[in-house]
T-cell receptor
Framework: DAGITQSPRHKVTETGTPVTLRCHQTENHRYMYWYRQDPGHGLRLIHYSYGVKDTDKGEVSDGYSVSRSKTEDFLLTLESATSSQTSVYFC?????????????FGPGTRLTVL | KNEVEQSPQNLTAQEGEFITINCSYSVGISALHWLQQHPGGGIVSLFMLSSGKKKHGRLIATINIQEKHSSLHITASHPRDSAVYICAVGGTGNQFYFGTGTSLTVIP
């Protein structure tokens, strides 16, 4: 299994508070992604990174920001959490050997915003 | 508009049955992926394919590029196959589009 960890795994917070989720990889993959997963929707891309300090928005980026200061870590920040951001968040990586298109997923973070 | 459509959304089968899950897509792709997610669990990649057919144990994945269609087959289904199966396509720039998943329940 690809070495991807997410922290925290579970978090409950209140509306209006800032929240940062961390994704850490040990695989030296170039691309990193943050998705959210909600009932009735497929995985939806929030932001992705194609290298250190290189990031771009996905289809549901409003209310989220990201940073990637080193290859291993990709942070997702909710500046002021809202109840609509209650979801399960998955980090993924790709672009391994030979720039492989295969994606590997982290274990997920369940976030509840009260 | 969904770039990736899966059918059926829900599927219940008796143990031992042959199962087929379908995926149609509308975008140009570099590869198609089948993923598995057990209840409360993480997401695991089952197959990545860009043409033809691949087989891992009781699982078979096929793709028809001209028709923009893929199928995932499970032979001799077992209760441990109960999971959500997700079709995803890799487009340009290493971006991915996901179906909403097919929830499979295999009854002993």
């Amino acid at each position: 299994d690809a070495g991807i960890t997410q922290s925290p795994r579970h978090k409950v917070t209140e509306t209006g508070t800032p929240v940062t989720l961390r994704c850490h990889q040990t695989e030296n993959h170039r691309y990193m992604y943050w998705y959210r997963q909600d009932p009735g929707h497929g995985l939806r891309l929030i932001h992705y990174s194609y290298g250190v300090k290189d990031t771009d928005k996905g289809e549901v980026s409003d209310g989220y920001s990201v940073s990637r200061s080193k290859t291993e870590d990709f942070l997702l920040t909710l500046e002021s959490a809202t109840s609509s951001q209650t979801s399960v968040y998955f980090c993924a990586i790709s672009g391994g050997a030979g720039e492989s298109n295969e994606q590997f997923f982290g274990p997920g973070t369940r976030l509840t915003v009260l | 508009k969904n770039e990736v459509e899966q059918s059926p959304q829900n599927l219940t089968a008796q143990e031992g049955e042959f199962i087929t899950i379908n995926c149609s897509y509308s975008v140009g792709i570099s590869a198609l992926h089948w993923l598995q997610q057990h209840p409360g669990g993480g997401i695991v990649s089952l197959f990545m394919l860009s043409s033809g057919k691949k087989k891992h144990g009781r699982l078979i994945a096929t793709i028809n590029i001209q028709e923009k269609h893929s199928s995932l087959h499970i032979t001799a289904s077992h209760p441990r196959d109960s999971a959500v199966y997700i079709c995803a396509v890799g487009g340009t720039g290493n971006q991915f589009y996901f179906g909403t998943g097919t929830s499979l329940t295999v009854i002993p």
